[in-house]
């Protein structure tokens, strides 16, 4: 049973950083390509960031230079930094993985950045 947990969202002020999870089940090694994702209501949901198992990397523009996204394989778990935090940031944060050609969704982390 694959599963996804996400945590580290809070309320933080604008410019601060939070630091967000998502725990794995089994080994992070197995799993393909890996993201976060961001939804708000009304919008359409958002690539943030993502990673292969290779470590190349993707970001969005609007996080480029701001956030970083890692894997750790001794934890299972995939990582993202968010510094310089802004309000547009505020949303529901979701982690998504490739496993053997299936997609997998978390539940979701709420991230709220107040101004």
């Known amino acids: 049973q694959v599963q996804l947990r996400e945590s580290g969202g809070g309320l933080v002020r604008a410019g601060e950083s939070l630091r967000l999870s998502c725990a794995v089940s089994?080994?992070?090694?197995?799993?393909?390509?890996m993201a976060w994702y961001r939804q708000t209501p009304g919008k359409q949901r958002e690539l943030v960031a993502a990673?292969?198992?290779?470590?190349?990397?993707y970001y969005a523009d609007s996080v480029k230079g701001r956030f970083i996204i890692s894997r750790d394989n001794a934890e299972n778990t995939m990582y993202l930094q968010m510094n310089s935090l802004k309000p547009e940031d505020t949303a529901v944060y979701l982690c998504?993985?490739?496993?053997?050609?299936?997609?997998?969704w978390g539940e979701g982390t709420l991230v709220t950045v107040s101004s």
């Open positions: 998504n993985a490739d496993y053997y050609e299936v997609a997998y």
């Open positions: 089994g080994r992070i090694d197995e799993y393909n390509a």
């Open positions: 990673i292969a198992g290779s470590g190349y990397d």
